[in-house]
């Protein structure tokens, strides 16, 4: 498998040096432990957002740190939680007086990494909330999880949280927003492809070229069902109709309809695929308000796609339509 890489164990850190240095107007980076914090200081009175996980999802979580979303993310190793240490750190980093919300996706060792972080943050006296994103709706357990893995509705959960953090609410009322936003969103994908993890040389699972796995997570875990290549709007209906029985959604919602691709994916099949879901959601007389397509939780360059939709209220969208600079996602600034 050919990567642009030097050392496959210097991935991270060589990674983390270019996105900074690329981005060096929105961004610094920590090298010892590693964080990606917001140039500027905090902001005294304001909430700090903190996420992270393993690296290899990019832009998750490095490329929505900046003004309107998070202040600060830590990578740990591909596909490996980062250690309690550099989220303690990036934690500190960004306390304005005011504490701080850990976003964390549901995957075991996330979860019991950032737990750790936040009591011996609450033992140097900042304050931390934690939400816990678990939007795929593919399976209850996994490899990785107890319970449904969060996948990429994060990243609709750290544009809204931080436009409520970036208008100056406190830190109950940003993490009650973030639970608003989980418990609103569902999401599920397919991948045509494996991808390989580059220390370990080779395909993080195996398909055969007419097959496909309905419900993958964004580490290549296994989903609901390996199946033969189906045309791309069959594909669809397969995702869109678990994520639409599940709240459930129904006619009348506004919703916002994210198009994830899974990083191999070119964006002339995330549209088709976008236009398939829009006609679904039509059809259902559900409302389609605000839209997202592209790469943005991204599992190396596993061939593959993600469908979120997101329940919307007055609140939420304007919390959406808020101003946002960050390397991956950026408007109204």
């Not at 496959?8 to 590693?34: C, L, M, Q, W, Y």
């Not at 994103?133 to 593919?138: E, F, I, K, P």
């Not at 976008?274 to 559900?286: D, P, S």
């Amino acid at each position: 498998m050919k990567k642009l890489v030097n050392n496959p164990k210097n991935v991270v850190a060589e990674a983390v040096a270019g996105f900074g240095a690329a981005h060096a107007d929105i961004v610094r980076i920590s090298t010892e432990p590693i964080y990606i914090v917001r140039t500027e200081a905090p902001v005294a009175g304001k909430v700090g957002l903190v996420s992270g996980g393993g690296s290899g999802h990019e832009p998750l979580h490095g490329g929505f740190v900046g003004f309107g979303m998070l202040d600060a993310a830590v990578p740990g190793a591909v596909f490996t939680s980062p250690t309690p240490d550099p989220i303690l750190a990036a934690t500190k980093a960004v306390d304005g007086g005011a504490g701080v919300l850990h976003i964390v996706k549901n995957y075991t060792g996330d979860v019991l990494n950032f737990e750790t972080a936040a009591d011996l943050a609450a033992a140097d006296g900042i304050e931390v909330r934690s939400v816990i994103v678990n939007d795929d709706v593919a399976v209850k357990d996994s490899l990785y999880t107890a319970g449904r893995r969060g996948v990429a509705g994060t990243v609709l959960v750290e544009k809204i949280a931080g436009a409520s953090a970036e208008r100056g609410d406190a830190l109950e009322t940003v993490a009650a927003i973030a639970e608003r936003v989980i418990s609103g969103v569902r999401s599920m994908g397919v991948a045509l492809t494996p991808c390989v993890v580059p220390h370990a040389g080779e395909g993080s699972f195996t398909l055969a070229d007419d097959e496909i796995e309905i419900g993958i997570g964004i580490h290549g875990e296994p989903g609901r069902a390996r199946i033969k290549l189906e045309p791309a709007d069959a594909i669809v209906d397969r995702l869109l109709g678990p994520i639409l029985e599940d709240i459930p959604f129904v006619a009348g919602d506004k919703v916002l309809l994210f198009v994830n691709g899974m990083g191999g994916t070119p964006q002339i099949e995330l549209y088709i695929v976008f236009r398939r879901a829009a006609e679904v959601l039509a059809e259902q007389e559900i409302e389609v308000s605000r839209t997202l397509v592209g790469n943005y939780t991204t599992s190396l360059e596993m061939q593959g796609t993600s469908i979120t939709v997101l329940k919307l209220d007055a609140e939420l969208t304007a919390l959406w339509d808020a101003p946002v600079q960050t390397a991956a996602l950026r408007w109204g600034r």
